[in-house]
């Protein structure tokens, strides 16, 4: 396209774009720290606020307003506070990777696709959102119903203006900007309005903060996309042929919303010029360009314009919004003649704009096309001489920088022609908004498909071309997504929120590591419905980031494992993969099946089948993981459950999706739970062996069969259910039961002594670890004996040529976890238990990872490493395997000296101080006893009835392995 190979010569023009990027290209969400205060509130009273790409490397900055209409009535306002674009409260912690062809909605300039922003895209980008439906005029910020008009009482708050003032604050303030050397100010639609409106008070504000910071002024530069025409409709048009602008009723009814309604904001410069006082105008004239742009002379401004302009004809004669007359018959004869008249005004217009001579450099772009406006991320017509609007865009603020505007218009068309797509305005864009096209793509019909970036989904049904799903850029934080369309695909948390992940995204690579968070799971209706009330349950207050690196001495935080961490010493196998946590809210180890519309015996969602199936299915969609070469998929805990039931589904989706062209890997942390009864049980009679007459196996069969209609690995599950039709192939639950039937390559991290396990079996504290004999009753060392021969025998009894375990002898339950066994290096063999035969679980899982995706596969199976069984069946000591802080990680006698190594982990407590040198934490509080909730992201401290439900979980998970 011309317009593309424009850009390319362009980008030598620029000097001034860096070349290396710092940090993630995502836009991260940035809610106005003092918006009460500053009034800078959306529609419904919350606070506003913006997306922010920061690059530190780079002193350019570029922000992007929103635009979205506007609304008129007080019901359009109040159904308008219900969305995105009245209200911050479903606002995405992050915009999406993929873009849309709606310019309204996302703007090439502000976005990260390599292709379609090449100019501006290791820029400072800000995109700020339109939630105040005012023009970004307003500076009513309380609701006005007590006014004596009818007409002009709203509910809503009008503060667009405020909320630009208080963004650029913010930026300067908090976020670098006054060290700035290049501002760009734009907008699209009400965006451009806002900015032409503002752009003077703006500039200056930003040279003055500069200039204070650098001792140089910034250059700042504006652009308005799109041309907001005032001018009369159809109706007036027919009833008096001689109307215009100024004698309009239409225009006339305008004014009075934006004066009284909204309070709506006059610039200096334009008030200069137009007097306030004069009807029909009051100064309001300036939204339309043919005014506005004549008023900013201090500012260098490019408007980028169509000769019909889609939202105008809309609004001129009342059809669909999207209007291109592919032949004469789509449009009647007053209409047409309508367009007509439009076209040449707005013709003669764009001349007269661009011929000004203000001192000031203007630019005009001006094209033959139906369209509304042009920086979305597709660039609409083909262009104008060979310029798109992006291009000429960019050669503007490199032109302006010396005093020189930029003009490219197109020569008017003929009569005839004007009703039909011209040698400018291409097929698609003639038809792109039609009724016919919409109704092809999907359930819209006649309803303007739109593109809610906020929500990152397609409120219509498969609009997203995939050539434009990939973003171009390497996150080293992890940035929160909700599942698209969370609810129609019963992606949802206990509470009915949406299913989330983070991701962190290098689009340099093509390998994924994907990691499903733990967290037990809930086994009656009023545990589940208390859950709904925590992050355990609901995605409501989960954060928008997690740091790329974690601090070691943060033991057990909500927090990233070593395998998607971002810190090269911490990680240094994974930390430049694509690395995505998948989060936990389902309450059902990523099994559930059933939400509360489907009957559900609990009157809840337990989805989390759904909610991880859809995250893969958005990877594969929405973040490039269709080109994937390798994908590593594992969880901890209960999320190592759900990755092994789900490894061999997600491998045949994914290769599906890619050609069967990747290699996919599975691994589980914690996950490997016995089948041994506990100790009630033996007291009772039963043997170890003895699991498939336990009640608990029975409740367990029970609740994550006909409550969560739990998934499983098909083939365990048919195999199992033969063989014990009344689990119905629950007991796949079991690692040592399912892996047999799992043919994709996985290896399974366990400890001998499984604390999590251990913990329920004989109603003590969960990290026991006895380092003398009166720790323990006679019953519960006897036990635990037993129970350490028991997982010898099944760990070296497990044979697979395509899977691995990597069991140390050690008192453990996770082993991937930042500050548990890590304390001294992943890498290097050390205590806190993370050795075994020289090597951390962190190198037996990427030896094995490297072996996996090798041709021929190798035997995997001669990866199996498991710790030999300490001498004279010291069984209740600390083994030969288990350093001396692990061992102590959970002791009940609190004199010996590790014991605070677990302050952090027990309530009342809270972190004092660290001594790297001998991994010792010091507590602020000295605790007897208590329980930590999970050590895979569960908060620090705990309530009495999370106790008591990890207590009851415990039991009841443990049962399902007996």
Known sequence: MAGGFACACIAAVLVFVTQLPVGTGTLIRQILPN?????????????????????????????????????????????????TQGSSTNWACALPHQETRHSEDAAATVTSNSRRNPNFRYWNRVFVPYCSADLWLGTTCTPSLASPVTA????????GRHIIVAVIADLLNNKGMRNATDVVFGG????????????????????????????????????????????????????????????????????????????AYVPQSCSNVYSTAQAPFYGLQCIDARWGLRTITTVPVILLAARWDTYATYLGIGRNRYSCAATNGTLDMAEANWIQRFGEYSYQHALNISRQNTGNPIGVYFTNCYTHTFIGVEDVCSGVNGKTAYSSLVLFISRSKNGLGETAISATPSSAESLRCNADCGATQCTWGTRALLASRGSCGAIDMRWDPFRFGDLCAGAMPPEFAVADTFNQEMVLYNVVNATERKAVCLDESPAAYLVARNSESRNWMIMLRGGGFCSSAAECHARAATKDGSSRNYACTLPARENPTALFVESLSLPINGDPSLNPDYHNWNRVFVRYCSGDVFLGRRTKADGNLFQISTAGHFGLVATVEDLLSYHGMNRAQRVVIGGQSAGSIGANAHLDLFNAMINSATGNTTKVVGFGDGGWFRRYPDEDDIDRGHKFEDWSTSGFATKISQLFGFVFNGFQ?????????ALYPRFKGQDCLDASISFPFITTPTIMLASRWDTYDLFIKFNSRRYVCAVGSGALTVSEQNYTGEYGVLSQRDFVNFTSKTSAIFAPTCYAHTSLNVGQTT?????????????????????????????????????????????????????????????????????????????????????????????????????????????????????????????????????????TML
Not at 152 to 159: E, M, P, Q, V
Not at 200 to 207: K, W
Not at 237 to 245: F, H, K
Not at 931 to 949: E, I, P
């Open 35 to 83: 918006a009460v205060a500053d009034k800078a509130l959306c529609l419904d009273g919350t606070a506003a606020g913006y997306y922010l790409y920061r690059n530190t490397s780079s002193s350019n900055w570029i922000i992007h307003l929103q635009g979205g209409g506007y609304c008129t009535t007080n019901q359009e306002c109040l159904e308008r506070a219900n969305t």
């Open 152 to 159: 002009l009482r709203f509910a809503g708050r009008f503060c």
């Open 188 to 263: 699209s639609s009400a965006g451009g309005i806002g900015v032409m409106m503002s752009l003077e008070d703006i500039a200056a504000t930003v040279r003055s903060a500069t200039l204070a910071a650098t001792q140089t002024s910034a250059y700042v530069a504006g652009y308005v996309d799109g041309w907001t025409r005032i001018y009369p409709t159809l109706t007036e048009v027919s009833a008096n042929p001689s109307v215009t602008p100024e004698t309009s009723q239409t225009v006339a009814g305008l004014t009075t919303l934006l004066r009284f309604a909204y309070g």
């Open 713 to 721: 690995d098909q083939s365990c599950a048919t195999a199992r259910s």
């Open 823 to 959: 304390i001294d290096s992943p890498v290097v063999a050390g205590p806190p238990c993370n050795g075994l035969n020289g090597k951390t679980p962190y190198q037996a899982l990427s030896e094995f990872v490297h072996a996996a995706v090798q041709e021929p596969l190798p035997n995997l199976g001669a990866f199996t490493d498991v710790g030999a069984p300490p001498m004279d069946r010291q069984l209740l000591g600390c083994g030969a395997g288990c350093g001396a802080r692990q061992c102590s990680w959970a002791t009940q006698l609190t004199g010996n000296p590790w014991f605070n190594n677990t302050c952090d982990e027990y309530p009342g407590t809270s972190f004092g101080s660290f001594n790297a040198s001998q991994g010792l934490v010091t507590c602020n509080t000295n605790v007897q006893s208590g329980v930590k909730v999970d050590g895979s992201g569960s908060s620090s401290t705990a309530s009495s009835w999370q106790l008591m439900l990890v207590l009851s979980l415990i039991a009841i998970f443990t049962a």
